[in-house]
């Protein structure tokens, strides 16, 4: 069984910073690509960042320059670092992961229960 537990959200004021974990555990035999996404009530989940086992990244275009994505294969572990938060990024943040378990001969995708952002004054 695998789980993908988030940590690290809160509220913070406009202009402020976060950091979030993600922790992945269980039968994992590899994990391939990780990636945070995030979703406000009545619009569509959106990628914020992703980032593949070789390392290569990708940014929405709404966080570039503000949030890095970074990960720690040795723990399973992806994290999100939010700098110069603004009220728009106020948000549910999930993680996914895309990982192969013992015994299977495909990669699925696995997300986390997701940590509430709310940025304000």
């Known amino acids: 069984q695998v789980q993908l537990v988030e940590s690290g959200g809160g509220l913070v004021q406009p202009g402020g910073s976060l950091r979030l974990s993600c922790a992945a555990s269980?039968?994992?035999?590899?994990?391939?690509?990780m990636a945070w996404y995030r979703q406000v009530p009545g619009k569509q989940r959106e990628l914020v960042a992703h980032?593949?086992?070789?390392?290569?990244?990708h940014y929405a275009e709404s966080v570039e320059g503000r949030f890095t994505i970074s990960r720690d294969n040795a723990k399973n572990t992806v994290y999100l670092q939010m700098n110069k938060l603004s009220p728009e990024d106020t948000a549910v943040y999930y993680c996914?992961?895309?990982?192969?378990?013992?015994?299977?001969?495909?990669?699925?995708?696995?997300w986390g229960q997701g940590t509430q952002v709310t940025v304000s004054s």
């Open positions: 996914t992961a895309n990982l192969l378990v013992p015994g299977s001969d495909q990669y699925d995708d696995y």
């Open positions: 269980g039968n994992i035999f590899k994990i391939n690509h």
């Open positions: 980032i593949y086992s070789g390392g290569s990244i």
